[in-house]
């Protein structure tokens, strides 16, 4: 309520009742505070008070332009909409608090990148922050932009590489990232990495949280493990090395060539002779978590195994028998396929576990955007060939023993039994953001088991099998 010379709180006699600007606005103070404790008193029960708190704030600043009416109803309106999108959907909540000045410098890398259309991400990106998970106790964390398009960094809804300092674990991670939903294809991919960790196939662990950045809801992240100790042990398998086709000179030939312009970038590279062009067969080997080799002899002379076997794969002096675990990369091969996957076969892309009791390595099943338009349309042939590991008929005949168990509408339905309620909450919360529905097709998954069953098996009676080569 605005007071002015024509309320009735206005009396004929003014000794008596002599409201200054300076009180009026204490009185409009109480009445925001009396309403805040209300609305915290209900987030409180729910386990949410910190946030509330950054809201308040940051409204109450603006008391002094805008009446107390337009203010309440600002404040009523953005609770509104967060309670309903954040209170009502049972996910958990990650915490950011990020200090304003490093904030600006993720703010000013993020701007270039946008820019240049890729981001180019370093080790001297990192900055300090702080992160809770729910209502644990905050701790000390190290976060960067993650993503290598510009879409990851697009919006407001930035992707974070995450690395917890010390001993502490959020979800049994000391690694992980944080990205939009949507550059995964939502859903799906969590269903393909369910369906990796079902056939004994290493993959980051997946799942969806709140994000609350410095007081503002960012909506619901899609949070995936990096590739760190955790992730072996957390799957039963023996902690070892994490190889890798390194691509980080690729990413810097991308970013000069869209320095200068993006069309026909390659015809350009070649002519021009100043840009260098990478791809698998220049690529180097690097391992992740690099510090602990120089530190454990025996993780060291692993990966000096696996950088071999990688190295003689690359220039074709190793078979995939050689190398691989032809099971592991049969399924692999197969489970990708059937989920329409992909983008994990892009060589930039896929990750290898040295297993040190096998002493093979085994491809690690990531980032897939799994059902994805363009990936999900390719016939059989054509995907597989894109796949730096499917390279001869051993690996055919390992993919298509596990193709025809996994092409079947049957072991599609057992996934379904297996995954359903949790897809069908993560589902009910990502609609509530998004207002369309993200759940899976079940039926269009089916029809996709049944086509890839009838070209798996013209395939193998043709024997009209195009490989994958390097080149």
């Known amino acids: 309520m605005k007071i002015n010379s024509e309320s009735p709180l206005r009396t004929s006699n003014p000794d008596s009742m002599n409201f200054t600007p300076s009180l009026e606005l204490i009185l409009k103070s109480l009445g925001i505070f009396m309403v805040a404790f209300m609305i915290g008193s209900f987030f409180y029960q729910q386990g949410f008070a910190r946030e509330v708190k950054y809201i308040i704030q940051g409204r109450f600043e603006e008391m002094q332009e805008g009446s107390l009416k337009s ?35 993720l703010q000013a890398r993020r701007n270039a990148a946008v820019e240049s259309g890729i981001l180019l991400a370093t080790d001297a990106d990192y900055v300090i922050a702080k992160i809770r998970y729910n209502d644990s106790t905050p701790i000390e964390v190290k976060l960067r932009l993650k993503g290598d398009w510009s879409d990851h960094i697009a919006g407001d809804k930035w992707s974070y590489r995450i ?100 069309e026909d970038l390659r015809t350009l590279a070649q002519t021009s002779g100043y840009f260098m062009h990478s791809d698998f067969s220049s690529a180097r080997v ?89 990936y999900s349309s390719l016939d059989l042939n054509t995907s597989l060939r894109q796949c730096i590991l499917f390279a001869d008929e051993e690996a055919w005949d390992v993919f298509y023993q596990a193709a025809t168990e996994i092409f079947q509408p049957e072991y599609l339905q057992g996934i379904r039994d297996r995954i359903g309620e949790p897809v069908s909450g993560y589902v009910d919360a990502l609609d509530k953001e998004y207002k369309f529905g993200t759940a899976i097709d079940w039926d269009r998954m089916n029809e996709r088991a049944l086509r890839l069953h009838s070209e798996l098996i013209k395939l193998n009676q043709s024997k009209q099998i195009q490989y994958s080569t390097v080149e």
């Open 71 to 105: 203010t309440m109803q600002d404040l009523s309106e953005q609770l509104g909409g967060e309670v309903e999108a954040y209170v009502g959907n049972d996910l958990p909540t990650l915490f950011l608090d990020i200090p304003f000045k490093n904030y600006q410098r």
């Open 163 to 262: 690395n917890i300092q010390d001993e502490n674990v959020i979800e049994g991670m000391r690694k992980f990232s944080i990205q939009a939903p949507e550059t995964r294809n939502f859903i799906y991919e969590w269903a393909y990495h369910q369906t990796l960790m079902q056939e004994n196939i290493l993959t980051p662990r997946y799942h969806f949280v709140n994000v609350i950045s410095n007081g503002d809801y960012m909506g619901i992240y899609a949070m995936e493990e990096s590739f760190y100790t955790e992730l072996m042990e957390s799957q039963e398998h023996r902690a070892g090395v994490i190889l890798r086709y390194d691509e980080t000179d690729m990413w810097q030939n991308w970013a000069t060539y869209f320095s200068i312009g993006k």
């Open 286 to 374: 690097s391992s992740f978590s690099s510090g602990s080799l120089l530190t454990d002899p025996i993780l060291r002379e692993e990966y000096r195994t696996g950088q071999s076997m990688l190295r003689g794969y690359q220039s074709g002096k190793f078979s995939a028998a050689q190398v691989f675990d032809m099971e592991v990369l049969g399924k692999y091969l197969a489970v990708t396929e059937l989920w329409g996957a992909g983008h994990a076969f892009d060589w930039q892309n896929i990750r290898f576990y040295y297993n040190p009791v096998t002493n093979l390595l085994e491809p690690i099943g990531y980032d897939g955007m799994a059902m994805n338009e363009y």
